[in-house]
């Protein structure tokens, strides 16, 4: 169940009901900032819910949610997306769960709040893609799960709110896929080179020292850098072809080795 209600005019003491189901009061304003409350009291019992609010200002708080926060519009509106915490996305049909943010603004006291979605056991969609606020494309929420589409870094979150810098999908709680293809653009790196005569194979006794050493393979990331950094599974595939393919050029050399003997001993 979706709703969405303007709310022109919120200031200070005006509580407005938007529906049996919520209701906000601008609990405090100094005409530098504001705190506001957002009261949910579902008339059937719910396990999910989010609540999308444009207001005025810079959120500088929050409490009872976990939030998303947009940049600024050309008309000063910021878009807030705010979804339970653990202990409170379930409501009781009758009970009331309190959200609040605070928010800095510059001389305002009127238009606070300009209108709130929610969502109450979606699922359900909020946003259209407005750039001119660039906010998040859409946000799903339901059943306790979440899609975060961002417009404006094209990046997509499933289960999270995290938008990690360096990333473009961050997936909370695993993939499951019967099917995974990894493209590299050019592969120049790829252990083809291993069979060039030019490569230098190290020796099985300098393997030896090194792995004493180090306690891992060359090139091969310690257990501490994976637990600290993770690891690139297109990377881990060349490297691990990398060993597989020069183990073979050890066994072939062995083997060479192990003919000569049986030439001199007439085997």
């Given at each position: 169940?979706?709703?969405?209600?303007?709310?022109?005019?919120?200031?200070?003491?005006?509580?407005?009901?938007?529906?049996?189901?919520?209701?906000?009061?601008?609990?405090?304003?100094?005409?530098?900032?504001?705190?506001?409350?957002?009261k949910i009291q579902p008339q059937t019992d719910v396990t999910d819910w989010s609540v999308t609010v444009e207001y005025k200002g810079t959120i500088n708080s929050l409490w009872n949610?976990?939030?998303?926060?947009?940049?600024?519009?050309?008309?000063?509106?910021?878009?807030?997306?705010?979804?339970?915490?653990?202990?409170?996305?379930?409501?009781?049909?009758?009970?009331?769960?309190?959200?609040?943010?605070?928010?800095?603004?510059?001389?305002?006291?009127?238009?606070?709040?300009?209108?709130?979605?929610y969502t109450l056991d979606g699922p359900s969609i909020t946003g259209d893609g407005d750039t001119t606020l660039n906010v998040p494309n859409l946000f799903w929420t339901g059943n306790?799960?979440?899609?975060?589409?961002?417009?404006?870094?094209?990046?997509?979150?499933?289960?999270?709110?995290?938008?990690?810098?360096?990333?473009?999908?961050?997936?909370?709680?695993?993939?499951?896929?019967?099917?995974?293809?990894?493209?590299?653009?050019?592969?120049?790196?790829?252990?083809?080179?291993?069979?060039?005569?030019?490569?230098?194979?190290?020796?099985?006794?300098?393997?030896?020292?090194?792995?004493?050493?180090?306690?891992?393979?060359?090139?091969?990331?310690?257990?501490?850098?994976?637990?600290?950094?993770?690891?690139?599974?297109?990377?881990?595939?060349?490297?691990?072809?990398?060993?597989?393919?020069?183990?073979?050029?050890?066994?072939?050399?062995?083997?060479?080795?192990?003919?000569?003997?049986?030439?001199?001993?007439?085997?």
């Amino acid at each position: 169940m979706m709703k969405k209600i303007l709310a022109f005019g919120l200031s200070l003491f005006t509580t407005i009901s938007f529906s049996q189901d919520v209701s906000s009061h601008i609990v405090s304003s100094w005409g530098t900032g504001y705190n506001a409350e957002i009261k949910i009291q579902p008339q059937t019992d719910v396990t999910d819910w989010s609540v999308t609010v444009e207001y005025k200002g810079t959120i500088n708080s929050l409490w009872n949610g976990v939030y998303i926060d947009s940049a600024t519009s050309t008309s000063g509106i910021r878009r807030l997306i705010i979804t339970p915490e653990s202990y409170n996305a379930s409501i009781d049909s009758g009970a009331t769960v309190t959200i609040g943010f605070g928010a800095a603004v510059q001389n305002e006291t009127e238009n606070l709040i300009v209108s709130i979605d929610y969502t109450l056991d979606g699922p359900s969609i909020t946003g259209d893609g407005d750039t001119t606020l660039n906010v998040p494309n859409l946000f799903w929420t339901g059943n306790g799960s979440k899609l975060l589409l961002n417009n404006q870094y094209n990046k997509v979150g499933l289960g999270t709110n995290n938008m990690l810098a360096s990333y473009r999908l961050f997936v909370s709680g695993g993939i499951l896929t019967d099917k995974i293809k990894v493209a590299r653009e050019g592969s120049p790196d790829w252990p083809d080179y291993v069979f060039n005569d030019s490569y230098q194979l190290m020796k099985l006794s300098e393997l030896e020292k090194y792995i004493n050493t180090h306690h891992h393979l060359p090139n091969v990331l310690s257990a501490t850098e994976v637990d600290k950094e993770g690891q690139d599974l297109a990377e881990m595939n060349r490297v691990l072809l990398e060993k597989v393919e020069e183990l073979t050029l050890h066994v072939i050399n062995l083997q060479k080795q192990i003919n000569r003997l049986n030439e001199v001993s007439g085997n």
